[in-house]
């Protein structure tokens, strides 16, 4: 990474990692065969170092065993599998305004009847309305755990409890959380996760976390190194939602940053992350052309994730000028959640998001908030 | 090779699953347990691609140590081998499998 880059992209994806996780990729593709295919070495290393990663992805949300992990090629994969295994168009969905299209779309393509859990003016969403939303065929709740916009956290104990009242199966869309805040695998019956954001690991990992013994059919087959002579695969977790090869390099690196975050620990992660987004927040909320878009001030428990705009300035300009002038990467648009932008009307102007992570220091935060003042007081 | 290796014997464990097969060489090696991996023989097509080879003589062990950790193989076998010939027989399953 250029140190003269600052980076203020995390929700999108971590771009510095922990020096293991490079260490452990290259080695990765020096020594892995293919997993579960065979018992040489070259194979069974991969197969343990796939394991291993399972074990530590249990381990982070205190499921009882590894085999609650099913490894996919992200969060939009594992939804739509999830989604796409266990949800007919005959079915009424809850989900929310807070939603990314990676939700959104598998339920639209679906075709089953949806309502949406609404949002204050602070993006939090309103739980006291899921009761009005219940119909008599709801048989699913499915939503985030965290807006990759606002950075409201969802309050999953509500949902869960709801769920578990009416019976629904309740889904749960942890891109933005698991390993940034604590997430268990008892907050939601299935939790779909991404690792290349706050786990450190690659693109092209994540997966599927469900405990229960929940009946998933078969939506995606093939070779998996077992059962040969069977016309398909395995219908438990997690084979049933691997077929192929699976990832082994990505697993790898993604093994060795939910191991480096262990080792750290999580709230040392949660709480400098929240140190960063305060400083931000407390350096530009008193900037009258900032139009900010975040939880309410005295709400602590929120994402390190910070959406605003300047004026009537296009978000995607206010972006352009940050990284042109500043070198300060942040990510400008509607960033795949339609709702929250018709809700806050700014479908045509966007949001300039700023997402921190880890790497990110106190020092580049102040930067931050220094270069979003001159460019706010440039428009006086 | 002479083809001619001495009889020797060992217990051969077979899972469903190629994750609960890793499990169990994980928990057995920290366990101290030597244990060793072999391609599944295609006679016994109920297994995941890959078996586990431990010693008869820490079969007990192994068993207590697999059974803690709540991974259930689908078959035991002995395994013996005579002029680079193996034949199986089976010990104890908790499925139907080949016998």
Redesign the interface.
Known sequence: MSHSVIYFDTCATSLQKPAIVMQQVTNALHTFGN?????HTPS?LA??T??NA?KEIATLVNAA???AVAFTSGATESLNLVCNSLITSQDHVITSVLEHNSVLRPLYRIGCTLSYIPCNDHGELMLDALPSLLQKNSRFLVCTHGSNLTGAITDTRVLNDFCKAYGLIFILDVSQTLGSIETRADMADILCFTGHKALMGLQGTGGIIAEKNIHFPLVKTGGS?????YTHQ?L?M??VFEAGTANAHGLAGLHAGVTWLHQLGLPVITKHEAMLRSAFLSGISHIPQIQLYHPKPETQNALPVVACNIGDLSASDVALMLWENYHIATRAGTHCAPFVHQFFHTEKQGMVRFSFGYFNTLEEVEFGVKALSQIARDRM | MTGCEPLYQEIVYVFSHTHDTIGAEDVLTAAQISVKVMPLPAIFSSGCGICLRISPALKDTADRVLQQAAITPIAAYTRSVNNSKSTYVLWEATQDVKR
Do not use: D, L, Q
């Open positions: 997993p579960g295919r065979s018992f069974m197969s343990r796939v394991y399972r065993s590894p085999h190194g077992t059962h040969s002579f395995s438990e997690p084979e």
